[in-house]
T-cell receptor, first 114, second 115 residues
């Protein structure tokens, strides 16, 4: 059983550019959450997708947007990149109504903005 | 709003010694509590979780944690540290309420294990 997978592993962009990160949830999971983990800090919740809709959003600007596809995979898009967007982006999957909100995390995508 | 405080950004223990990582939370409703471990350049792995029922929770790799409602704490312990325990540990709080499924994490504690 493949766990949560993310691509790419690493990414280098310059300020002002746009980036798309991808996530495939664990088999049987229908909900995807995205987190940003800055260096030396804990993950911070960006948003969560279920049934192809954004269900909950953290304190992130509109430059951060997402999408969920019918196969439950998800994308995170960040526009107009800033230096401060450099971080590890983690995707987590879970299943609605099951297992007390337990979320399984992928290995992350390391984004560096120059 | 909920929050998580992890006391001590760095903890160093000798191999074989007791590991104690501290976590306190604030929440207006009963929380679900989690401990995750992160090895260098990797994602988060769930160590253990508290949802309801028994307040002493056992997890993987010999770790356990006790939920103390009166102290709003969920400290992580392991009787005897192993070199392979060196990693970053995160405490997190979540809720089953349909409107609050996001996890709120603490800032993490880096555990060093000295030979």
């Amino acid at each position: 059983d493949a766990g949560v997978t993310q691509s790419p592993t690493h990414l280098i962009k310059t300020r002002g550019q746009q980036v798309t990160l991808r996530c495939s949830p664990k088999s049987g999971h229908d909900t995807v959450s995205w987190y940003q983990q800055a260096l030396g800090q804990g993950p911070q919740f960006i948003f969560q997708y279920y049934e192809e809709e954004e269900r909950q959003r953290g304190n992130f600007p509109d430059r951060f947007s997402g999408h969920q596809f019918p196969n439950y995979s998800s994308e995170l898009n960040v526009n107009a990149l800033l230096l401060g967007d450099s971080a590890l982006y983690l995707c987590a999957s879970s299943r609605q109504g099951v297992a007390r909100n337990e979320q399984f995390f992928g290995p992350g995508t390391r984004l560096t903005v120059l | 709003a909920q929050s998580v405080t992890q006391l001590g950004s760095h903890v160093s223990v000798s191999e074989g010694a007791l590991v104690l990582l501290r976590c306190n939370y604030s929440s207006s409703v009963p929380p679900y509590l989690f401990w995750y471990v992160q090895y260098p350049n990797q994602g988060l792995q769930l160590l253990l979780k508290y949802t309801t029922g028994a307040t002493l929770v056992k997890g993987i790799n010999g770790f356990e944690a006790e939920f103390k409602k009166s102290e709003t704490s969920f400290h992580l312990t392991k009787p005897s540290a192993h070199m392979s325990d060196a990693a970053e540990y995160f405490c997190a709080v979540g809720f089953m309420d349909t409107g609050r499924r996001a996890l709120t994490f603490g800032s993490g504690t880096r555990l060093q294990v000295q030979p």
